[in-house]
């Protein structure tokens, strides 16, 4: 037989997520609701399309903050004691972050980031440089 305080943690632990479960349901009728007034108002100003063709738009979140990738490679870079690939830098910098660094997608992403600021970074050293002040 299981241990009380497993099962009672257990009990606690389900009725929360059911809790969480039905707040989230409520979220989606409300969602629902609202997105049945766009329609109707689509409608009453005369769309003649059909409001289940327009599809989702899909919605950009930024891994980093401004300039947080930035400082996060110059300081890899600092601490480095041997060359690194942009990969080896995207590892070091999701691992830093708390992700999951077995995330291929994740870290491939975040190499093509790194990537893209180290060519930003040695344009603007190459543009900034004494020899081409004339």
């Known amino acids: ?6 099962i009672s943690a257990l009990v606690k632990k389900r009725s929360q997520l059911a809790s969480d479960l039905i707040q989230l349901d409520k ?3 409300a969602l629902r609701l609202r997105l049945a007034h766009v329609d109707w ?6 769309y003649e399309g ?6 989702p ?6 891994k980093f903050a401004r ?16 060359s690194m690939t942009n990969k ?13 660094a077995s995330d291929g997608k994740l870290v491939k992403a975040v190499s093509a980031s790194v990537n893209e600021a180290l060519r ?12 081409n002040s004339g």
């Open 1 to 6: 037989m299981a241990e009380p305080h497993v």
């Open 67 to 82: 300039h947080e990738l930035r400082r996060a490679i110059a300081l890899v870079m600092r601490e480095a004691t041997t």
């Open 88 to 100: 080896d830098i995207a590892l070091l910098i999701v691992e830093r972050k708390g992700w999951s």
């Open 120 to 131: 930003k970074w040695a344009v603007r050293s190459a543009a900034n440089s004494p020899s």
């Open 41 to 46: 108002a689509l409608q009453e100003f005369g």
């Open 50 to 55: 059909d409001v289940a063709d327009i599809h």
């Open 57 to 62: 738009r899909k919605t950009y979140q930024r």
């Open 27 to 29: 979220q989606r009728n």
